[in-house]
């Protein structure tokens, strides 16, 4: 049976909140989140039945959250998982967990950049997260993922290089999250 995640499925807030509102797949979690890496270091950790602790980690695996290196052997934990479903849901339904952020969303776009500054970098920190770090973007790439959230795609550039989120080479031809 194949455990790995569809690739083009990124696990919902309310898909993760089920595949953990078992206590046997929490308790997986739990262990994989210090350092457990196989079924018998599971089941060692949480007292699970070896066969109870398997299913519980084909789960975890086939919903996302954990993955299994064929190599190895090994279980892991997805560290972004959690952090590309917030997103995700920020996009789709404006909410910003109550600290004013949410308001500037609507149907997985910026209606504008706030002026608040300490809302803005809430929001623009949303933003940056659709940048990885480590990779260089050309600015054409820059613009065109600005562009998919506000039409003023410069100003919001702007702001994120400007609140030290993105950095622009000298040139001004490519950009970093920083």
């Given at each position: 049976?194949?455990t790995?995640?569809?690739?083009?499925?990124?696990?919902?807030?309310?898909?993760?909140?089920?595949?953990?509102a078992?206590?046997d797949?929490?308790?997986?979690?739990?262990a994989?989140?210090?350092?457990a890496?196989?079924?018998?270091?599971?089941?060692e950790?949480?007292?699970?039945?070896?066969p109870?602790?398997?299913?519980?980690?084909?789960?975890?695996t086939?919903?996302?959250?954990?993955?299994?290196?064929?190599?190895?052997?090994?279980?892991?934990?997805?560290?972004?998982?959690?952090?590309l479903?917030?997103?995700?849901?920020?996009?789709?339904?404006?909410?910003?967990?109550?600290?004013?952020?949410?308001?500037?969303?609507?149907r997985g776009?910026?209606?504008?950049?706030p002026?608040n500054?300490?809302?803005?970098?809430?929001?623009?920190?949303?933003?940056?997260?659709?940048?990885?770090?480590?990779?260089?973007?050309s600015?054409a790439?820059?613009?065109?993922?600005?562009?998919?959230?506000?039409?003023?795609?410069?100003?919001?550039?702007?702001?994120l290089?400007?609140?030290?989120?993105?950095?622009?080479n000298?040139?001004?031809?490519?950009?970093?999250?920083?």
């Amino acid at each position: 049976m194949d455990t790995a995640p569809a690739e083009d499925h990124q696990p919902s807030c309310r898909d993760l909140v089920g595949l953990l509102a078992q206590p046997d797949r929490r308790a997986a979690y739990a262990a994989l989140a210090l350092g457990a890496t196989s079924v018998a270091g599971v089941a060692e950790r949480t007292g699970l039945r070896p066969p109870a602790a398997a299913a519980a980690l084909r789960r975890l695996t086939a919903g996302g959250i954990a993955e299994l290196d064929a190599g190895t052997g090994a279980y892991t934990l997805r560290d972004d998982t959690f952090r590309l479903a917030v997103q995700a849901e920020v996009r789709l339904s404006g909410r910003g967990g109550g600290d004013g952020a949410g308001g500037y969303f609507r149907r997985g776009r910026l209606t504008s950049i706030p002026g608040n500054a300490e809302v803005r970098a809430r929001v623009l920190a949303v933003v940056a997260d659709s940048f990885d770090a480590g990779t260089t973007y050309s600015e054409a790439k820059v613009n065109a993922v600005c562009g998919e959230w506000l039409d003023d795609w410069v100003s919001l550039r702007r702001a994120l290089v400007d609140e030290g989120l993105l950095r622009r080479n000298e040139s001004g031809t490519a950009y970093e999250r920083a």
